[in-house]
């Protein structure tokens, strides 16, 4: 890293990549610290600077800091990957320990204990936190996890039409179901056959008595209150049997116009919600719920708006400003198999297509919420006129500028992007919002110390 760069970060401030320490941290504080980082995004820890920003120099030998480095970061089980640099700033010694992030499915530990990046502050996780750490990680998944359900308990019929759907129609004639489950990774041997949770979750005769969590709540309200029912389902089948009778449902049950174009007799069926949207939505709360948690996936539909919501809220650890750009599959068997049947073409990049779909139709754009251990997809049938974005031809200048201004300079905040497009700040920030939304760009922390990057993968 060059000076420039350090000094850029450290205007910035700290944040959830990013921690100053001003005197000399023990070495139980520097494992603690460098656990916390890799278990979460990686980052930055410089020593020599003030909780403010303020450059003070090292108040400690620099050897014996960088030894105390190495081997903090060797108490930490396994020990990430850590850079280690020296500069001078104003004539003061500063130390910067820049952290890789641990690789998916690792978690790294110190004493026994996970530590993780939560805001500014290394936290240890402990209780349900740490068991959501575990879930996200996939060291704790459900999908892997033996079901109490034998063999004979599968439907072949179940699997014939997932066979099809896979283009393999004849797979049972020179195979059994057994070498079909041990072949596609759904159980293993170990002395008997032990069925995965994702294996009866998807083809035993009666899913719902192994896992009663997988039902689709779906209701018709009158009005725009959950009070007056007005048709109501619960499906309590496989996930691609909810899916599918779960947007048969909504879609008999929302409105419908039609119109005739000037070229053609006939005329067309407008639907009041885009169904590509609906069925993203579905099939994502299908897909991304937490199966750990007893309670249902719930679709409500009023007169102006319809909910899709499913146990699960953001991974220990992830803020909202990540959502949309780091993909966490919490399901990862049942992605394969929705994969498998073409229900997915790659979920985590679903939210910029839902977003266009709603503005082609003139709606407006769908709201993300994450509340009380839920993720809410809310959808609604107001009238927008905001012009979908497909690519650098649909930013404004502002926007462009922003991007090239990136390729040059890494990082930008608001208020600078404000200032050289000469527009005022909430102007800018909702500039910026609708980059974030799109991938071309992520927010790096909240509030006065957030900053931006530039999202690389957009541009490959």
């Not at 014939?160 to 004639?173: A, F, G, M, T, V």
């Not at 709606?363 to 009238?383: C, H, M, Q, W, Y």
């Not at 909702?430 to 957009?458: P, Q, S, T, V």
Request: aromatic letters at 10%.
């Amino acid at each position: 890293m060059k000076k420039e760069e350090l000094l850029s970060i450290i205007n910035e401030g700290e944040n959830q990549q990013v921690e100053f320490k001003e005197g000399c941290p023990s070495s139980h504080e520097l494992s603690r610290i460098i656990c916390g980082f890799a278990n979460t995004d990686g980052g930055y820890f410089i020593i020599g600077v003030s909780k403010h920003g303020g450059i003070k120099g090292l108040a400690c030998d620099l050897d014996k800091l960088q030894q105390d480095i190495s081997n903090a970061n060797q108490r930490v089980l396994s020990p990430p990957l850590i850079n280690v640099q020296h500069f001078t700033v104003e004539n003061k010694d500063l130390l910067l320990a820049e952290i890789n992030k641990a690789n998916d499915k690792n978690a790294h530990t110190f004493e026994g204990a996970v530590y993780v990046r939560i805001g500014s502050t290394t936290r240890k996780l402990e209780g349900q936190s740490l068991f959501d750490f575990l879930k996200n990680k996939q060291i704790l998944c459900f999908d892997e996890q033996d079901s109490e359900a034998k063999i004979e308990d599968l439907d072949e019929n179940r699997i014939k039409s997932y066979l099809e759907k896979r283009n393999r129609p004849d797979y049972l004639k020179a195979n059994s179901v057994k070498d079909f489950i041990i072949s596609n990774m759904l159980g293993k041997m170990n002395g008997s056959l032990k069925i995965k949770n994702v294996a009866s979750l998807f083809f035993a005769k009666e899913p719902y008595k192994w896992h009663p969590q997988s039902e689709v709540r779906i209701a018709r309200f009158s009005g725009i209150e959950p009070v007056n029912v007005i048709s109501q389902k619960d499906f309590k089948s496989d996930p691609l049997e909810n899916i599918a009778q779960a947007i048969s449902f909504i879609r008999q049950n929302i409105s419908k116009r039609f119109i005739i174009p000037e070229d053609s007799p006939r005329r067309i069926e407008i639907e009041e919600y885009p169904m590509p949207v609906i069925r993203e939505a579905v099939v994502n709360a299908v897909a991304h719920r937490d199966y750990y948690s007893y309670d249902s996936i719930q679709i409500s539909m009023f007169d102006d708006r319809i909910e899709i919501s499913n146990p699960g809220s953001l991974p220990e650890g992830l803020t909202k400003e990540f959502f949309g750009k780091r993909s966490v599959k919490r399901n990862p068997i049942t992605y394969r198999l929705l994969r498998d049947c073409h229900y997915v073409e790659g979920l985590g990049t679903g939210v910029p297509k839902m977003i266009n779909e709603m503005r082609k139709s003139g709606l407006s754009d769908p709201e993300f919420n994450f509340e009380a251990g839920f993720f809410a997809v809310t959808l609604r049938n107001i009238k927008s006129s905001v012009k979908p974005i497909e690519g650098m031809k649909d930013l404004n200048q502002r926007q462009v500028n922003a991007l090239n201004y990136l390729k040059q300079n890494k990082t930008i905040k608001s208020k600078t992007y404000a200032n050289f497009n000469n527009i005022s700040l909430p102007l800018a920030l909702k500039d910026l919002n609708e980059l974030i939304k799109f991938k071309f760009i992520m927010k790096i922390g909240a509030y006065r110390g957030a900053y931006y990057l530039l999202n690389e993968e957009k541009f490959q």
